[in-house]
């Protein structure tokens, strides 16, 4: 994805930096966009992705975008599923929501 990634576990929450490594990455081009750097997303982990965004869309709010991972591809050893929710009905704020699933064996 054009990224460095680095998660830092926090009392219950975790941290994650991200680095652009391309241009044409997403963190790349959300900088060149919105402003030098900063918070980029807030992520909430969510049990169900489907069920997340269902209830987000019944009060209202949209998805702007949803990731769909190659098969094979996780992160921290887990399938991860993810949507994000359009930064006008966050009070400007790109948030996230990542439904990380164990992978099949």
């Known amino acids: 994805m054009g990224i460095r990634y ?3 576990d926090i ?3 975790k941290m994650e930096l991200l ?8 963190v790349a081009k959300f900088i060149k966009k919105n402003g030098g750097p ?3 997303h807030i992520t909430y982990e969510v049990d169900d992705l ?3 965004v269902a209830e987000l869309e019944k009060r209202g709010g949209r998805i702007a975008y949803r990731h769909h991972y190659k098969p094979g591809v996780t992160f921290e050893g887990k399938v991860w599923r993810e949507a994000f929710v359009h930064p006008k009905d966050a009070f400007g704020v790109l948030i996230h929501l990542a ?3 164990p992978i099949k064996k």
Do not use: I, L, W
Not at 19 to 26: F, G, H, I, K, V
């Open 11 to 13: 009392g219950e929450s």
């Open 6 to 8: 680095r998660p830092f």
């Open 38 to 40: 900063g918070v980029h």
């Open 99 to 101: 439904e990380k699933k």
């Open 19 to 26: 680095q652009a490594t391309r241009d044409d990455s997403p």
């Open 50 to 52: 489907d069920v997340a």
